[in-house]
């Protein structure tokens, strides 16, 4: 068996660690630099829907994305090459966050639309859900509307988790029958049903609320949509990887 870590991976290990010490030295001014804001935040910067995939919220955190990277991304760096494992990575990232963005939008249009048509002006929205302050009189269900508002207007993501997710699902379909294990539970599930077992938990999560495994924090659509692209670029590749159409 060939130990050796493959080249990208060690280089995604050594940016994703340098990220992390520069958080812990500069602590929230890099969460408001390069973490992903909601688009409506002034936070928010377009280079952030990359530079959040380097970020992470603490120790544990990066602990068992690295080990995840590192265990599942070397044999699948190895199946693919270096430049289409780095594809495969970017692309179950930004499958992330257009799954987890879509999901607060989803959320938060309907309410905007509603407080807008109740009244009340953009103006006066943006500044109630950035102060968290109320300095007019509200009426009927626009606190409830703010109140649904305000996590998601608020809300920064971090994490490579969608990215590990990719992988991870491209590694399902490489090996359907290996077998995996979560840490709290050691029994051996083979990769096809492991895989999308914990996919449906993270829907379920995503849409109950009701957190398994993770903190009650975590973007579970962002794992979601992770796991997919990551499943269907790997689920290409391998159909066609015979034919005119595969990518050398």
Known sequence: MNFQISDAVKHLLIINVLFFLATQIYGDQMY???ALWFPKNANFGIWQIATHMFMHGGFSHILFNMFGLWMFGVPVER????????????SAGLGAVLFQLGSYYFNYIPAFDELIN???SSVQIVEMLTTNQTNIELVGNQLANLKELYPIYNASMVGASGCIMGILAAF???????E??????PIPI??????????LLDVISAVSGQS????SNTAYMAHVGGAIVGGLVMWYWKKNSFNNRRWD
């Open 79 to 90: 199946y693919l090459g270096k430049n289409k494992f780095l594809f495969l990575y970017f």
């Open 190 to 199: 083979k990769a096809k049903y492991f895989i999308p077992g914990i996919i």
């Open 212 to 215: 398994f495994f993770s903190p």
């Open 118 to 120: 109740s009244g009340l």
């Open 172 to 178: 399902g379909i490489m090996n359907p029958n290996a």
């Open 180 to 185: 995996l294990m979560l840490i709290f539970l």
């Open 32 to 34: 408001q630099w390069f």
